[in-house]
């Protein structure tokens, strides 16, 4: 299906949907006080995003999301609706853009894992192709760029522990923990037998490790689709998917916007993510991405590719995990079994960072 600018929300149809309980959602609900009938008003799942399921429906009267992990086995440490939930209970207060999560159950009965409920923000998202609409405003693509770069800074300049988050995560050692991380990523999404060329990946950033800036809140999946936009305008609405959210090296937010900021010139495995319009010619380049950040939060970018290769062996190992997901048939959604033949070739771009062979 294929959105339409400015127009309401579009949902996957019934047989593409991932079926859920909901009449145990509705019984748990009333236990927790809420109501929600889902005879009167039928949940709809969101057709955008690739990994978490995503449902509107209706809590006590207003439109509210639902989101919960995909169905089947989770990597440790993926999908983490207790942490989204902990994070948009309280970032609200002072970063606006945040959707404030109102509950969150962790009882895996009622619908095979943990989810939260959040309120619902209406807005447009742009992913891979520029709208015509948007196309036809004034330098769109340098005010889009502008509006990722002033959003991503003003979350990197909010005081944690003012809206209470000053003990949220684990900030010293992030980097080491990132790497550690994804590796063991890497391993169960391809049944330890990962390409020769990701290892080469892992050894880089293993001998390449940076030390640790100061921690500031961090998105950790920043990118142009996870903004919520006024169609009418481009003012932004919310930011949204924050289950990976943690505090750590405010670069390596930078780093991942980094890694979907496609350029024209970027091989068909990086075009095929098509998750924001870059690969237009008229979009600044990544250089000038780092430039304006730099420029705009004071921050040191001088060890940006530590960072970028970091990042782009992160989303190879995302699209690693879409692809298990789709082989195992834990999903029917079609968009995720068309990365397979994609896959090395992600990890190759990793490697050609790291190599000095791509700007």
Known sequence: ??????????????????????????????????????????????????????????????????????MGKIPPGAN??????????????????????????????????????????????????????????????????????????????????????GDFGKPEGFLERAVKGWKKRLFLGSDDS?????????????????KDGLPTLLHNDFKLDNILLDPKDLTPIAVVDWDMGSRGDPLFDLGTLLSYWVEPDDPKAMQIIEQMPTSCLSFPKRKDVIRMYSEKSGRDTSDIRFYRVLAQFKLAVVFLQINAQYKRGTTKDPRFGRFEEYLEDMFVFAHDIASSRVE
């Open 1 to 70: 299906m294929v959105s339409v600018w400015g127009a309401d929300p579009v949902f996957l149809d019934k047989d593409s949907e991932t079926a859920q309980d909901w009449k145990a959602l509705q019984c748990y609900l009333q236990s927790e006080g809420l109501s929600f009938d889902p005879e009167l008003n039928a949940p709809k799942q969101f057709s955008s995003g690739f990994g978490n399921l995503n449902y509107q429906i209706i809590v006590n009267g207003s439109l509210s999301v639902l989101r919960r992990p995909p």
């Open 80 to 165: 983490d609706m207790k942490r989204e939930h902990h994070i948009l209970s309280k970032l609200w207060k002072e970063f606006p853009l945040a959707p404030k999560s109102f509950h969150y159950c962790p009882d895996h009965s009622i619908l095979g894992n943990h989810f939260l409920i959040m309120e619902y923000r209406k807005g447009n998202t742009i992913s891979g192709h520029l709208p015509e609409e948007v196309a036809l405003i004034k330098d769109a693509p340098v005010k889009i760029t502008e509006l990722l770069i002033d959003i991503l800074v003003d979350l990197h300049n909010v005081d944690a522990e003012t809206v209470g988050l």
């Open 194 to 210: 990962p390409p020769n060329i990701a290892i080469e990946v892992v050894n880089w950033l293993e001998k390449n490790q940076v």
